[in-house]
């Protein structure tokens, strides 16, 4: 597997419409992560500084950690009709159901809709939209980083803090073999420009609140090893959430445990929130391809990090069976 990459052409329509653009809506995925949430700050306080307005409205929630990413931006309620804006942009989603208040069929074909995202798409779902689409970008920081510098816009330091920001986030902080060449072209622009990596390590990795810790504490409890040691899957339930007082989001980066151990190429973490749906976040080690895994159950995102929600069960538990009885073939 290569690292050495070949970004995807940003096509000239996507540019067109965000350089004409003066009153823009900005959305991404429901429960937005590090990623989302660094992109769309990059892209409003860009935007913002160079005299538009640029609304963010979001769904779900994210963890408190990220929070001082909205921080000076218009975060709106989401709207009903986006008639106020010429421009509405889709960034890190490019799927209905991951962003569950709309539908990408409100947008008639002439509306101005800009779709920006690293996912794998479907060519069947592409449709009355501005596509700027690259499975072969770490993440959507990397492409508004790439987006932004065609534009030559001038971007405020907390813009280019947000995309190293989005970056780190959507590549375990440029460890994973999706980071590339042009991820780090993005990363040194940044850095020269003042941005600080230590700054951006201690919002990502070091400003966790005591709860984060205890709930990580229940959740190793909960590890077991299978398939020779090769498979670890940890559990979380509505009483580990409770009993420590933390909320869903916190279990952010809590997958990432059992890839630490060693000979494991396949960490899972099964997620009950409660409200009747089981959440499977997968993180692997080469060769194991995550992404095909996550498909199998009709879930999706990336090679070494990926997720399926699991109709089928009810409990963790039975959502720990179905993953057992059709991994064999991944690890
Ligand atoms: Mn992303």
Sequence with gaps: MTCRSTPA????????????????????????????????????????????????????????????????????????DFSAYDLVTLLDCHSLGRLEKIGLQTFSADSSLVVIDHHPLKEAEKTGAAWFLDPTASSTGEMVWRLLSAMNLNRPLAAEEALLLAMASDTGFFSQNNTTTTTFKAAADLVERGVSLEAVHRHLRGNWPLKYFKLMGRTLDSLKLYCGNRLAVMTVTPDDLRAVGAVMADTENLVEIGRGLAGVTLS????????????????????????????????GGHRQASAYNDSQAATVEEAVDNLLARVDNFL
């Design 268 to 299: 899972v973490l099964v997620k009950d929130n409660g409200l009747g749906g089981i959440r499977v976040s997968l993180r692997s080690r080469e060769p194991v391809n995550a992404a095909n895994l996550a498909a199998l159950f009709g879930g």
């Design 9 to 80: 052409v940003i096509p000239p329509l996507v540019l067109d419409f965000l350089e004409r653009a003066r009153q823009i809506l900005i959305l991404t995925h429901n429960n937005p992560d590090g990623d989302a949430l660094g992109s769309a700050r990059a892209l409003a306080l860009t935007l913002a500084a160079s005299g538009r307005r640029a609304d963010l409205a979001l769904t779900g929630t994210w963890t408190q950690a990220l929070s001082f990413l909205l921080a000076d931006l218009s975060v709106i309620d989401f709207p009903d």
